[in-house]
């Protein structure tokens, strides 16, 4: 039946490839809740599982500073909303597509689902690169991307967040469009806001911080800590920045971190002041940041910053960005955990390698989950009218992160597959989901 239930996907879904991967990738973990819950397994219900609820594309047309009109394609997907309003961010990077926004939300039901918070899957986003863009260029795109989405959201229906391309100046002005539009101060609506406006302490660093609350409670399991391990980060941005800053704070040496053209390998611990300047104030390459170090690091064209030797590897950056080859590189070198920190940054053959290898290994939709997490607290807040302290934002984040590994690591254990946060992952999610949209009938 699963088998049949994907070739459904396959010929409706056709060239959608991380779609499909996102797909098999949970499909490969129900066999063992086929056999033991098959009230739950029925072939319709699978099928309205794989099928997005609603997908939207629409035009965005805007002009930039010397008057030139541009049009780019804008995206929402709302998987499932069994759980509550579909919930996730917008991306602005010249990849997205309907294929990659739709892998996106369908991982989205599921972490969503994980944080134990009332709240469904969905993704957004555009083609459009704000990279090199003057703020100005920026704002009239982001305007212009409103005035088509606010059709499609609401804090009881749909509330975006940001994701790669889009943080605290792009929230902003596609709040402000909202607002205008609708004539209402709907906070609920958009997460990610400043916090003098609606937003919440702990949301730029929550889901880099909620990474390493995870590895550390997947580590402790075999009685490791992360005082005293070597730590090598992929990306440099808000993910990557803030996993590198908890993971320092809980006594590891983050050696190396990387962007799209290199990385930057520094062993006696990034400055991690200097990095924020570079990469989240200034925007300037990571190179940029080995200049003003000086002697102690050492920027690398190109290359894979998998080749540093680690005892934990955290992926931040993109999806299937470690490959088979990396893995087995990292392997080589004594890796004990990997953690993934951005959506399906491991391609299945590598993920398989590390398994193969007994390396801790924690999915996206489980490792990464910090982020909607605090994002959810923000939409808790803003019903609420109120403003939680960083200090208690940060500790529900981390009670939410040890109850993700806690369910993980049980549903595994229950299920029969010891130390598979994988198959954890996955059959807790699709439980949660699969028994919601179970009682609320055929819909």
Known sequence: MLEEIYAHVLRRNPGEREFHQAVREVLESLPVVVERRPELCDGSLLDRLCEPERQVIFRVPWTDDEGRV???RGFRVEFNSALGPYKGGLRFHPTVNLDIVKFLAFEQTFKNALT????????GGSDFDPKGRSDAEVMRFCQSFMTELQRH??????????????????????????????????????????????GSHARPEATGYGLVVFTAEMLRVRDLDLDGMRVVVSGSGNVAIHAAEKAAASGATVVACSDSGGYVVDEGGLDLDLLKQVKLTDRARLSAYAEQRGADAEYREGGRVWDVACDVALPCATQNELDEDAARTLIGNGVRAVAEGANMPTTPEAVRALREADVLFAPGKAANAGGVATSALEMQ?????????????EDRLTEIMKHIHHTCHETAE?????GD????????????????????GII
């Open 116 to 123: 134990g918070m009332p709240i469904g899957g969905g993704k």
């Open 70 to 72: 541009h049009v780019n």
């Open 381 to 393: 807040q803003n019903a609420s009218r109120t403003l939680w302290t960083f200090e208690k934002t």
């Open 153 to 198: 959201i609401g804090e009881h229906t749909d509330v975006p967040a940001g994701d790669t391309g889009v943080g605290a100046r792009e929230i902003g002005y596609l709040f402000g469009q909202y607002r205008r539009i609708t004539n209402r101060f709907e906070a609920g609506v958009l997460t990610g806001k400043g916090v003098g406006w609606g």
């Open 414 to 418: 229950r299920y029969g597959r010891p």
């Open 421 to 440: 946060y994988v198959a954890g992952a996955n059959i807790a999610g699709f439980e949660l989901v699969g028994e919601s949209m179970q009682a609320q």
